[in-house]
């Protein structure tokens, strides 16, 4: 499943931040869709997931900060952060699954956040 991310680049700390995950595939509607991140010299985390009926998991960093929804019909899902902090800085990667099985990752797109 090819997925591809848009928006992020450089932030500034307080501002908001909005991705979105867009992809061709007919099975989107069924994916698990999630959006992770990797800041540097860091492991890849957990930001957010979303499954086929809207159920929502954020990691304790974001949230009450973070938003992830879907669109079925245009394919795409989107992430919000609000309140930004240094510590978002990472390079954000958009993924799906269906069921435990990986499908597809995004090519990643670079968040800084600095003033």
């Known amino acids: 499943v090819e997925l591809v991310e848009s928006g992020g680049g450089l932030v500034q700390p307080g501002g908001p931040l909005d991705l979105s995950c867009t992809t061709s595939a007919n099975g989107f509607k069924i994916y698990i869709m999630a959006w992770h991140r990797q800041a540097p010299g860091k492991e890849r985390e957990l930001v957010a997931s979303?499954?086929?009926?809207?159920?929502?998991i954020y990691a304790k960093s974001v949230q009450g900060r973070a938003t992830i929804s879907r669109d079925n019909d245009k394919k795409t899902v989107y992430l919000q952060i609000n309140d930004l902090k240094p510590e978002d800085t990472a390079v954000y990667y958009c993924a799906a699954n269906f069921g435990e099985v990986e499908r597809g990752w995004g090519q990643g797109t670079q968040v800084t956040v600095s003033s």
């Open positions: 979303i499954s086929p009926r809207d159920g929502t």
